[in-house]
């Protein structure tokens, strides 16, 4: 029998957990960016990703707005406070529009809702308002009962919400869609993402879109 020599260990089970940490292991992401098993042909650009659910919410325009409080013969400078918990953000105003569009898009990680409901409230701008009193009207929704829309569905066509105030009294519309969805939509990249903002919703104009670069050769195959 040969000798063992110094330094050397024979013995398999001696030692054998210091390199554990680097052995190969399998890990099996999310991919395929919200697409429909089955429907391999709907490759995009997101197929290389791991999945990121987003709650959308596309404020489209208002219409028959109600006119300042106090003041029936001036219409409101009309803006939209997105509501979620202790969330808050708003949408730049529109001045003397009974009837103001915006349509813009906006994204909130689904990781971090941390809110049963998402309230839309459609106020006049006034710095000396206090409470509700430049309250127009406001819809809620729950969001456990929001629609899921994944490629290759088409998007969430917006719809027309009549706007209510604690009074029950109709006070106008406001078209809006609301959904859950993946960084495959095709809102994402023109989204404003509000995971990004202050509690103070005036830093919403100065937030851009998350881009993802991906090397054009890998997505040849997917086209």
Sequence with gaps: ???????????????????????????????????????????????LVEQMHYMYVKIVKAKNLPSKAGNSNSPPDAYVEIKLGNFVACTKHFENSSNPERHQVYAFPKDRIQSLSLELAVKDKCDECEGDVNLLGRISFDINELPDSVPPDSPLAAQWYRLENRSNNSLGELMVSVWMGTQADESFPDAWHLDALLVNGDGVNNVWSKVYLLLRHGLDGLE
């Design 1 to 47: 029998m040969a000798r063992q020599g110094p330094g050397q260990n024979h013995n398999p089970n001696v030692n054998s957990g210091e390199n554990d940490d680097f052995s190969l292991c399998e890990t099996r992401p999310s991919l395929g960016g919200g697409r429909v098993p089955g429907n391999e042909r709907f490759g995009t650009a997101f197929d």
